[in-house]
């Protein structure tokens, strides 16, 4: 059976390497679509540069992805409402991806990153 809930943890550093965070920062994470994208959480940053989203299956479904299971996730930082970083999307996400060897469910938390964020 198919799991409902997934967890993402990305995480950002600035163009020294280090951490990049701020309670000034906001980061939401989307999912890519053809007419409107779907926002799946957002997030503030940690003092390690990371943020973390859980979100539901069925926050990824919307009326120009019925059925969709393998998001295309992006993430975008603000600062004060003004975008200050958009990172590549990353296509196709599969939640429900299986290890070949065991059968059984991979982890259902993907992380990404680090993303530089020079702005």
Request: charged residues 30%; glycine residues 8%; without cysteine.
């Amino acid at each position: 059976m198919p799991a409902e809930l997934f967890k993402v943890i990305a995480r950002f550093e600035n163009a020294e390497g280090e951490p990049f965070w701020g309670s000034e920062y906001k980061v939401t994470l989307l999912d890519r679509d053809r007419l409107l994208d779907d926002k799946l959480g957002s997030a503030s940053l940690r003092s390690d540069g990371t943020a973390e989203f859980l979100f539901s299956a069925a926050d990824i479904l919307s009326i120009d992805s019925i059925g969709e299971r393998k998001p295309d996730l992006y993430f975008l930082i603000t600062e004060h409402g003004n975008e200050v970083f958009r990172s590549e999307i990353i296509p196709e996400v599969d939640f429900d991806a299986t290890d070949p060897v065991t059968g059984r469910q991979d982890s259902l938390t993907r992380e990404f990153g680090p993303f530089r964020v020079t702005g």
